[in-house]
């Protein structure tokens, strides 16, 4: 598996609490990438980065935000979480090729 | 925006049966990818497919490209119990900053 890493693996939170979820790289590649996954709707795409400090919305950014200041790091923030964004997250990264690699996922739960 | 569907949702088969699951997209593709996700797993890319009617073959898969590049079809042959987990298609759209739209999936259970 690619050298990608997500943080926290779990988080319940509760309504109104701000989040933020972390995807580490150690392949140095330019694409990062955070979907959502529910049942029923596959992989969504939420943000995704081009480079550092090169970001765009995806087919589900409302409420969402993303932040990359270095090229291993991609923060998934969620200012205020609602119930609607208990999910199942990924975080993925590409290179030269359209190929993506996924990291393991972070369950979260909002109450 | 871009659709792609994907069906059957769920398929039940018994080992050694054979499997397909099929992806339409409502715009032409550059090109097609398929990955696989375990249970409690995250999606693996499996392969890449680009040119119009192009077929490729992993062991007992079997990927087919159609020629108007807007529809594609994952067959396993004598399906194993490894073979369980999800089968996603994913298309990338020309010109879409190497953006995935991924299908809903199909959820493939072999019973022994």
């Known amino acids: 598996d690619a050298g990608i890493t997500q943080s926290p693996r779990h988080k319940v939170t509760e309504t109104g609490t701000p989040v933020t979820l972390r995807c580490h790289q150690t392949?140095?590649?330019?694409?990062m990438y955070w979907y959502r996954q529910d049942p029923g709707h596959g992989l969504r795409l939420i943000h995704y980065?081009?480079?550092?400090?090169?970001?765009d919305k995806g087919e589900v950014s409302d409420g969402y935000s993303v932040s990359r200041s270095k090229t291993e790091d991609f923060l998934l923030t969620l200012e205020s979480a609602t119930s609607s964004q208990t999910s199942v997250y990924f975080c993925?990264?590409?290179?030269?090729?359209?190929?993506?690699?996924f990291g393991p996922g972070t369950r979260l739960t909002v109450l | 925006g871009q659709q792609v569907m994907q069906i059957p949702q769920y398929q039940h088969v018994q080992e050694g049966e054979d499997f397909t699951t099929y992806c339409n997209s409502s715009?032409?593709?550059?090109?097609i990818q398929w990955y696989k996700q375990r249970p409690g797993g995250h999606p693996v890319f499996l392969i890449q497919?680009?040119?119009?009617?192009e077929v490729k073959k992993q062991k007992r898969l079997t990927f087919q490209f159609g020629e108007a590049k807007k529809n594609s079809s994952l067959h396993i042959t004598a399906t194993q119990t490894t073979d369980v987990g999800t089968y996603f298609c994913?298309?990338?759209?020309?010109?879409?900053?190497?953006?995935?739209?991924f299908g809903s999936g199909t959820q493939l259970t072999v019973l022994p």
């Open positions: 993925a990264i590409g290179g030269n090729t359209d190929t993506q690699y």
């Open positions: 497919l680009v040119k119009s009617g």
């Open positions: 392949e140095n590649h330019r694409y």
């Open positions: 994913a298309g990338i759209s020309s010109g879409s900053a190497r953006q995935l739209t």
């Open positions: 715009t032409t593709l550059s090109n």
């Open positions: 980065s081009y480079g550092v400090k090169d970001t």
